[in-house]
């Protein structure tokens, strides 16, 4: 019973250091969309990188910062390994197209980038689904989570109506509409993709520069397109999951949710 008491304790400051959304998009989104969208000229001010230095540093700066995250808290965060695979796979599909001088190569552009940003939503939704029945499910720690939910008291109602089985379907079918949400972001990712480099010039000259920029604006709106569908979805799950175990427990909605 010691044990389980206290050896949260020392791990609760990383955690939270672990899961500050604010660190990871000041990294991961905003750093990379500055250094690409105001570094990749070639000119005379201090800022101008050109871009294969710009495009290095935009990819540096993740990557660094992912695996200085592993180092730190000697686990692998979800997060930012799907973050560090992205910038892997930014840079393997930059280092492909700089290394080519074909305008039909580099028309290719809009489409290795849309598939892409589609494959890193479906990877992190999957995630959802393979850790459903796994000691630690994705769906706790973003939505069913102790911090909001009052799990010990939930757990108690529901095993005495002996509704386990319900709880586990709505925990269930809440986890495939979560899922269903990052489907959607990665069809609208395809979409913005090709929006943003459909009119890709390849035989500009400055298309490395101009590519960058397109990256940047991916990168940036990407954030977006991902975050509003989980947002609103979010909201409804959340909106649902009270409304179910409302109905599974018999407790009222304060009763169910953690004390503020």
Not at 125 to 150: M, R, W
């Amino acid at each position: 019973m010691s044990e389980e008491t206290t050896s949260p304790a020392p791990e609760s400051p990383a955690a939270k250091k672990q899961d500050n959304p604010l660190t990871d998009i000041i990294v991961n989104v905003i750093l990379p969309v500055l250094i690409l969208s105001h570094c990749s000229k070639d000119g005379e001010k201090l800022w101008h990188l050109g871009p294969y230095v710009a495009m290095g540093l935009a990819i540096a700066i993740p990557l660094a910062y992912g695996i200085w995250h592993f180092l730190q808290h000697k686990k692998i965060n979800t997060f930012s390994a799907v973050g560090v695979g992205n910038v892997l796979l930014t840079g393997l599909i930059t280092i492909y197209l700089f290394s080519t001088d074909e305008p039909e190569t580099r028309k290719l552009a809009p489409y290795l980038f849309g598939i892409k940003e589609a494959i890193q939503p479906l990877i992190l939704g999957s995630l959802f689904l393979f850790t459903h029945k796994s000691q630690t499910p994705l769906f706790n720690a973003f939505v069913y989570n102790e911090g909001i939910f009052d799990h010990q008291r939930i757990n108690k109602a529901v095993k005495k109506n002996e509704k386990q089985p319900e709880l586990g379907q709505l925990l269930w079918s809440s986890t495939l509409l979560f899922f269903g949400s990052f489907c959607l972001s990665a069809v609208m990712n395809l979409g913005l993709a090709y929006y943003f480099m459909h009119d890709l010039n390849p035989s500009a000259a400055n298309w490395k520069e101009l590519y960058n920029e397109d990256v940047g604006r991916i990168t940036g709106w990407g954030f977006l397109v991902i975050g509003v569908p989980l947002l609103v979805v979010g909201g409804f799950i959340l909106a649902r999951m009270i409304k179910g175990l409302k109905g599974l427990t018999g407790l009222e909605t304060e009763k169910i949710l953690q004390a503020r």
